[in-house]
């Protein structure tokens, strides 16, 4: 008998306690969640009251909008870009995040949608 016999009886021996008392506490655990249940709690019975009398409908605010065929509807899609040269940029624009370069920003982009109409898409100044 050596003494890597010894130690590995000794292992196995404490691996074997080890699970055993993992077990039990397995076999506690189903224990105290199998016990005795109470039944859950009842509603009380409600008294049926029959069906809503039929009456007339009222609104006290006329939720539809005003219809005005001389008013513009929005915007229709598709927008087209007449020209790139007629965009208006910022000075400065965006600094890139080490300071090196500046991206261009653009200021002002003036499209035509689907009907003729002129649409302006005004962009913010940059902040560093």
């Known amino acids: 008998m050596s003494a890597t016999d010894d130690r590995s009886r000794r292992l ?3 691996l074997a306690s080890r699970q055993q008392s993992m077990a039990d506490r397995l076999v506690q655990t189903l224990a105290d969640n199998l016990g005795e249940r109470q039944p859950p ?3 009380r019975r ?3 009251r029959g069906p809503i ?7 006290e605010r006329n939720y539809e909008p005003e219809r005005n065929p001389g008013s513009g509807g929005g915007i229709a899609s598709p927008l087209q870009e007449q020209g790139f040269a007629a965009r208006e ?3 400065d624009g965006i600094p890139s995040t080490d300071g090196l370069l500046q991206f261009p920003a653009p200021k002002k ?4 949608d689907a009907n003729g109409a002129e649409v302006v898409l005004e962009y913010a100044e940059p902040t560093p």
Do not use: F, K, N, S
């Not at 009398?53 to 609104?59: D, E, F, K, L």
């Open 46 to 48: 409600e008294e049926p």
């Open 53 to 59: 009398p039929a009456g007339r409908g009222r609104v």
């Open 89 to 91: 940029w910022w000075p």
């Open 109 to 112: 982009i003036t499209m035509t």
């Open 41 to 43: 709690p009842t509603l």
């Open 12 to 14: 196995q021996g404490d």
